[in-house]
């Protein structure tokens, strides 16, 4: 199989409404993935990131654009790459009358693995996501999170050669999250590779070795976390509630990235004893900490991540 899992150029997804205006919901998303690499696309809800991913995944034929899964033409020949991926759509359900042990099975076996092989993956998967004492349990008495937990289950236990994950820990708590990138690492240590979409900033920075920044249908900016933290300016910041009064004083300091009515500064350690006595002389309330992933998303898109429009 071709280097590059996964090599998109200029996809782009137009729909055409019957009375209003058409929506482009991607205009001209170009990217590569390498084998083995797990990579996020992080934005908004609404930024793309879900029809990109039905596009990759076959699911949903693009207007124009190329997409290249292990070297063959996946818009050309869809059949030809579908062995080789797995999905977990966003907020996908398990059969509800099925028990996630049978989900699971039913799952490998579908795909041709032999029954000993879909019983020992589906056990293992299920243990990996901490699933052990509900496996037998209809997945209608389970909790939301618990069934998400599932449809995760049952997508990694194929160890699928390229996995698309679009928001796959939604719902899950904070434990459960954690035990899910655990698995997602293993997966890629094996030779899998990754394509997860999130809105979680801390799932985005834990998880890729690269992430993609998608906003309104576009490409904005690619790299490391620490690339992209890089690129705003400084290595500290200092947040000041309702700054706007003295933002050009603070803008001498460097960057400002606003987040509502709070300004951040983008600073290094010859500025902080400044800004600090600026903010405490106009009577306003000022936090330090390092440059974040929140402060690059800022940067980049003009906007919070948890903003809707």
Same mark, same amino acid.
Do not use: C
């Given at each position: 199989?071709?280097?590059?899992?996964? +090599?998109?150029?200029?996809?782009?997804k137009?729909?055409?409404?019957?009375?209003?205006?058409?929506?482009?919901?991607?205009?001209g998303?170009?990217l590569r993935? %390498?084998?083995?690499?797990r990579i996020?696309?992080?934005g908004?809800?609404? %930024?793309?990131?879900?029809?990109?991913?039905r596009?990759?995944s076959?699911?949903?034929?693009?207007?124009?654009?190329?997409v290249?899964?292990f070297? +063959?033409?996946?818009?050309a020949?869809?059949?030809?790459v579908r062995?080789?991926?797995?999905?977990?759509?966003?907020?996908?359900?398990?059969?509800?009358?099925?028990?996630? !042990?049978?989900q699971?099975?039913?799952?490998?076996?579908?795909r041709?693995?032999?029954r000993?092989?879909?019983?020992?993956? %589906?056990?293992?998967a299920l243990?990996?996501m901490?699933?052990?004492?509900?496996a037998d349990?209809?997945?209608i008495?389970?909790s939301?999170?618990?069934r998400? +937990?599932?449809?995760v289950a049952?997508?990694?236990s194929?160890?699928?050669?390229?996995?698309?994950?679009?928001?796959?820990?939604?719902?899950?708590?904070?434990?459960?999250r954690?035990?899910?990138?655990?698995?997602?690492r293993?997966?890629?240590?094996?030779?899998?590779?990754?394509?997860?979409?999130t809105?979680?900033?801390?799932?985005?920075e834990a998880?890729?070795?690269?992430?993609?920044i998608?906003?309104?249908?576009?490409?904005?900016?690619?790299?490391?976390?620490d690339?992209l933290?890089? !690129?705003?300016g400084?290595?500290? +910041?200092?947040s000041i509630?309702?700054?706007d009064?003295?933002?050009?004083?603070?803008?001498t300091f460097g960057p400002?990235?606003?987040?509502?009515d709070?300004?951040h500064?983008?600073t290094?350690?010859?500025?902080l004893?400044?800004?600090?006595s600026?903010?405490?002389?106009?009577?306003l309330?000022?936090?330090?900490?390092?440059?974040t992933l929140e402060?690059?998303?800022?940067?980049?898109?003009?906007?919070?991540i948890h903003?809707e429009?």
């Amino acid at each position: 199989m071709n280097s590059d899992a996964l +090599r998109a150029d200029s996809v782009r997804k137009i729909y055409h409404g019957r009375s209003g205006p058409d929506i482009e919901a991607l205009s001209g998303v170009s990217l590569r993935i %390498a084998r083995g690499e797990r990579i996020a696309l992080l934005g908004r809800n609404g %930024a793309g990131k879900t029809t990109f991913l039905r596009i990759a995944s076959t699911l949903l034929a693009p207007t124009s654009g190329a997409v290249e899964i292990f070297g +063959r033409d996946a818009l050309a020949d869809p059949e030809s790459v579908r062995p080789y991926l797995a999905v977990v759509p966003q907020e996908g359900k398990p059969f509800m009358h099925l028990t996630p !042990r049978e989900q699971a099975y039913t799952y490998l076996r579908a795909r041709g693995f032999s029954r000993e092989t879909a019983k020992s993956r %589906a056990d293992h998967a299920l243990d990996q996501m901490g699933l052990a004492e509900v496996a037998d349990r209809l997945s209608i008495t389970l909790s939301g999170g618990q069934r998400q +937990r599932t449809m995760v289950a049952t997508v990694i236990s194929t160890e699928a050669p390229l996995m698309f994950l679009d928001e796959p820990t939604i719902g899950m708590d904070p434990f459960a999250r954690r035990e899910v990138w655990e698995s997602f690492r293993e997966l890629t240590v094996k030779g899998s590779t990754i394509l997860l979409t999130t809105h979680y900033l801390d799932e985005a920075e834990a998880l890729s070795q690269r992430l993609y920044i998608i906003d309104r249908g576009r490409v904005l900016a690619e790299g490391t976390a620490d690339e992209l933290k890089h !690129r705003v300016g400084g290595t500290l +910041r200092v947040s000041i509630v309702s700054g706007d009064g003295i933002a050009q004083q603070l803008s001498t300091f460097g960057p400002l990235v606003r987040d509502g009515d709070i300004v951040h500064v983008i600073t290094g350690p010859h500025g902080l004893q400044e800004i600090l006595s600026i903010a405490a002389h106009a009577n306003l309330t000022a936090t330090v900490g390092p440059v974040t992933l929140e402060e690059a998303f800022l940067h980049v898109v003009g906007r919070s991540i948890h903003d809707e429009s």
